[in-house]
């Protein structure tokens, strides 16, 4: 047996007995003390943790709006080349109504208008797909 063990023959007084009573009584005590400060370090971590998790949660909402600014880029990049297209689309249309409407009526005016149509549709589903989030 340890010595800290109780053996009811080592003692033979009844003061022995109390004496180690009061001794065991004050160490249960002590013990107590102990749960009662590791309960409250358990406390404090289940609550640290709970900050962890909701850190967690912050860094991943972060990070998607992060992703979300980067499409913004790809978005502006797209806006750009819907007005380049839309540029484009009117030069020819205009060129192509001054080629038709020419004293020499010219044909080739009716092909300008085409190709400034076909160029408007693209920059047209260039625009949808902008507003809509589908990015290429």
Do not use: C
């Given at each position: 047996m340890n010595?800290?063990?109780?053996?009811?023959?080592?003692?033979?007084?009844?003061?022995?007995?109390?004496?180690?009573?009061?001794?065991?009584?004050?160490?249960?005590?002590?013990?107590?003390?102990?749960?009662?400060?590791?309960?409250?370090?358990l406390a404090d971590a289940n609550a640290d943790l709970l900050i962890q998790g909701d850190l967690t949660t912050r860094l991943a909402l972060a990070e998607e709006r992060l992703k979300h600014t980067q499409r913004t880029w790809k978005s502006r990049v797209l806006a750009v080349f819907v007005g380049v297209l839309n540029i484009v689309a009117v030069y020819?249309?205009?060129?192509?109504?001054?080629?038709?409407?020419?004293?020499?009526s010219d044909q080739n005016g009716y092909y300008m208008l085409a190709i400034a149509g076909i160029i408007y549709f693209m920059a047209f589903c260039t625009t949808v797909f902008i507003l809509a989030g589908?990015?290429?």
């Open positions: 010595s800290d063990q109780f053996d009811p023959n080592w003692f033979t007084t009844p003061e022995e007995l109390r004496i180690k009573a009061v001794t065991m009584h004050v160490e249960l005590k002590e013990r107590r003390g102990e749960i009662a400060r590791l309960r409250t370090e020819l249309y205009n060129y192509g109504n001054s080629l038709i409407t020419s004293t020499p589908n990015h290429l």
